[in-house]
T-cell receptor, first 113, second 111 residues
Framework: EAGVTQSPTHLIKTRGQQATLRCSPI?????VYWYQQALGLGLQFLLWYDEGEERNRGNFPPRFSGRQFPNYSSELNVNALELEDSALYLC????????????FGPGTRLTVL | GIQVEQSPPDLILQEGANSTLRCNFS?????LQWFHQNPWGQLINLFYIPSGTKQNGRLSATTVATERYSLLYISSSQTTDSGVYFCAVERGGGGADGLTFGKGTHLIIQP
């Protein structure tokens, strides 16, 4: 069974541009989560999508947004990029039944110059 | 929000040694997971263990929910065990809160 996949692996942008990151969950999983791992800040919860809707977000500004498609894949958009947005962005999926185990993808490393 | 503290922050051991990593959390939780982050950044699931004890090969974990801590045991360490180990918790159920991560324990196993 395929795990969570993310694309691209690396992304280089300049300040002020927009970045789009993509995530495909494990087959059958309906929930997708996004996390940011920035140097010195640790792993932080960013967004949660379930059944096509944004259900919750962490302490991030509105320029971090995204969506979930009917096939449950998701994309994360970061507008008006700032230098401090440089980070590893991790996507996770879960089945949300009797256990809430989240399974993570390999991540997208975003560098903002 | 919920606080997660991991100890020790760094641990250097010789191959073959045993180790215990600790995770303290500040509130009751419905989800607790242990991860190993590989050198490329991917988080590898080790255990889903909001309570009780589990074992998987050389690794085992125990969560005492009433006392708000979890322990990860690694026996007969190998160099491939090196990396950062994270504990992550969720207070509510159903994934609503997202996972809150500790700062991790950086484990180095020397040959």
């Amino acid at each position: 069974e395929a795990g969570v996949t993310q694309s691209p692996t690396h992304l280089i942008k300049t300040r002020g541009q927009q970045a789009t990151l993509r995530c495909s969950p494990i087959s059958g999983h309906t929930s997708v989560y996004w996390y940011q791992q920035a140097l010195g800040l640790g792993l932080q919860f960013l967004l949660w999508y379930d059944e096509g809707e944004e259900r919750n977000r962490g302490n991030f500004p509105p320029r971090f947004s995204g969506r979930q498609f009917p096939n449950y894949s998701s994309e994360l958009n970061v507008n008006a990029l700032e230098l401090e947005d440089s980070a590893l962005y991790l996507c996770a999926s879960s089945l949300r039944t009797t256990t809430d185990t989240q399974y993570f993808g390999p991540g997208t490393r975003l560098t903002v110059l | 929000g919920i606080q997660v503290e991991q100890s020790p922050p760094d641990l250097i051991l010789q191959e073959g040694a045993n180790s215990t990593l600790r995770c303290n959390f500040s509130d009751s939780v419905n989800n607790l997971q242990w991860f190993h982050q590989n050198p490329w950044g991917q988080l590898i699931n080790l255990f889903y263990i909001p309570s009780g004890t589990k074992q998987n090969g050389r690794l085992s974990a125990t969560t005492v929910a009433t006392e708000r801590y979890s322990l990860l045991y690694i026996s007969s360490s190998q160099t491939t065990d090196s990396g950062v180990y994270f504990c992550a918790v969720e207070r509510g159920g159903g994934g609503a809160d997202g996972l809150t991560f500790g700062k991790g324990t950086h484990l180095i196993i020397q040959p």
